[in-house]
């Protein structure tokens, strides 16, 4: 039986297609013994995976994918399986779709206490809660959040380029020279507006419509990420559909809770977990006068402008997009607030104004401004496509 795991695993290093090596590939302390990439559904955790095992591996046997999806899992625990791989001289094994396989975490955890020469890399749901304080995995996994493409990620498979990434301070410090450097190779602003259309998850490089594929990756993050791990009843789903229909017409806006409980028929109680639930399955992102104390979020915002474009057909206003873009692209590194004088507050003491307009507003001298049609930037004006480049 083990032959045939290893056979798949072969077979889909050899048919691997990993157009872009992935920023978090390089971040991660890959020493650990237990490490849980978890990652909204689409964003390509097992493209990710296969490429870590390919690169740090080859076709050694010492590593195995393995996605728990399969069949024998009904069977089979993790357990019996971790144990007959190392006794075999498995190292390295990854778990895929782990969350699909119940009681997954206690047996992660005895095999983190018990297989001392065994590590394991794992995926998961973004809804996941790993480390927790009723977590079996507190205090033994370390965990990595695997976002979609970021603008340079996008930018550097659509023009042929490496482009580094940069931190928020490189950015706001040597913006001018960067920006001269990147445009000598590349206008960004010609593939800007087609990465906020369709850049963000790397199944736009499939020969099908993206935004449909965008509507069925809603779809089953409501229906099966969030509804089996939150372990909704499926009669309440079209009361989330509701609601995040409600929220991708208005995004980003202040939420009126109670507007909220009547219009999709439930209590205010459960408004409040419902946006918390689509902000867990990265469907959303609540903005917060203080985010370490408020309970209620300021503003909401649909997660990332392909999620807003999709779900409005493109019936979007520019400005909502810019802010999308920028709350999604800086928020992955930074903190990121509601400004009581701009559009975001950063880091606890950087305002930002975004886009065109944001020039115009001369009362805000000491905000940085994120202009959307920008090359290159001076002093406090920086093009907006640059904070696309923070990861």
């Known amino acids: 039986m083990m032959q045939s795991f290893f056979q798949t695993h072969k077979y889909l290093?050899?048919?691997?297609?990993?157009?872009?090596?992935?920023?978090?590939?390089?971040?991660?302390?890959?020493?650990?013994?237990?490490?849980?990439?978890?990652?909204?559904?689409?964003?390509?955790?097992?493209?990710?995976?296969?490429?870590?095992?390919?690169?740090?591996?080859?076709?050694?046997?010492?590593?195995?994918?393995?996605?728990?999806?399969?069949?024998?899992?009904?069977?089979?625990?993790?357990?019996?399986?971790?144990?007959?791989?190392?006794?075999?001289?498995?190292?390295?094994?990854?778990?895929?779709?782990?969350?699909?396989?119940?009681?997954?975490?206690?047996?992660?955890?005895?095999?983190?206490?018990?297989?001392?020469?065994?590590?394991?890399?794992?995926s998961g749901s973004a809804v996941m809660r790993l480390q927790d304080e009723k977590s079996n995995l507190k205090g033994c996994v370390q965990v990595y959040n695997l976002e979609g493409f970021s603008f340079r990620e996008y930018l550097n498979l659509e023009s042929k380029n490496s482009f580094q990434s940069y931190s928020l301070d490189e950015v706001l410090n040597n913006h001018v020279e960067i920006c001269k450097e990147i445009t000598q190779k590349v206008r960004p602003l010609a593939y800007f507006n087609n990465y906020l259309e369709h850049g963000y998850y790397p199944f736009f490089l499939e020969k099908r419509n993206y935004s449909e594929n965008v509507l069925k990756n809603i779809n089953l993050i409501l229906e099966i990420d969030i509804s089996y791990l939150e372990q909704i009843e499926l009669k309440y789903l079209p009361k989330l559909r509701k609601l995040l229909y409600s929220i991708a017409k208005q995004a980003p806006f202040q939420p009126n809770v109670s507007r909220l409980s009547q219009e999709i028929e439930t209590s205010r109680a459960t408004v409040m977990n419902y946006l918390n639930y689509l902000k867990n399955g990265?469907?959303?992102?609540?903005?917060?006068?203080?985010?370490?104390?408020?309970?209620?979020?300021?503003?909401?915002?649909?997660?990332?402008?392909?999620?807003?474009?999709?779900?409005?057909?493109?019936?979007?206003?520019?400005?909502?997009?810019?802010?999308?873009?920028?709350?999604?692209?800086?928020?992955?590194?930074?903190?990121?607030?509601?400004?009581?004088?701009?559009?975001?507050?950063?880091?606890?003491?950087?305002?930002?104004?975004?886009?065109?307009?944001?020039?115009?507003?001369?009362?805000?001298?000491?905000?940085?401004?994120?202009?959307?049609?920008?090359?290159?930037?001076?002093?406090?004006?920086?093009?907006?496509w640059l904070f696309g480049f923070l990861y």
């Not at 649909?302 to 873009?325: D, I």
């Not at 920028?326 to 990121?336: E, G, L, R, S, T």
Request: glycine share 6%; hydrophobic share 40%; aromatic share 12%.
């Open 13 to 122: 290093l050899k048919h691997l297609e990993a157009p872009v090596r992935r920023e978090l590939l390089n971040q991660i302390d890959w020493n650990h013994r237990l490490i849980g990439i978890k990652g909204a559904r689409g964003v390509g955790k097992t493209t990710f995976l296969l490429d870590y095992a390919k690169s740090a591996f080859g076709f050694d046997k010492s590593c195995l994918y393995v996605n728990l999806n399969n069949l024998i899992f009904t069977e089979r625990t993790i357990v019996s399986f971790a144990d007959e791989f190392r006794k075999k001289g498995g190292k390295t094994l990854i778990l895929d779709q782990v969350y699909k396989y119940p009681h997954w975490s206690t047996e992660l955890r005895y095999c983190y206490d018990h297989f001392q020469d065994l590590k394991i890399v794992f």
């Open 282 to 384: 990265r469907l959303i992102n609540l903005l917060f006068e203080d985010s370490e104390s408020a309970k209620k979020p300021s503003l909401v915002y649909m997660q990332n402008p392909n999620l807003l474009n999709s779900v409005m057909h493109g019936e979007v206003g520019q400005s909502n997009m810019y802010r999308t873009f920028f709350y999604n692209q800086v928020a992955n590194k930074c903190k990121v607030d509601l400004s009581e004088k701009a559009d975001f507050l950063v880091n606890h003491n950087l305002d930002f104004l975004i886009g065109e307009g944001a020039k115009d507003n001369d009362k805000q001298s000491d905000a940085y401004f994120a202009h959307d049609m920008l090359e290159v930037g001076s002093n406090k004006e920086i093009p907006l």
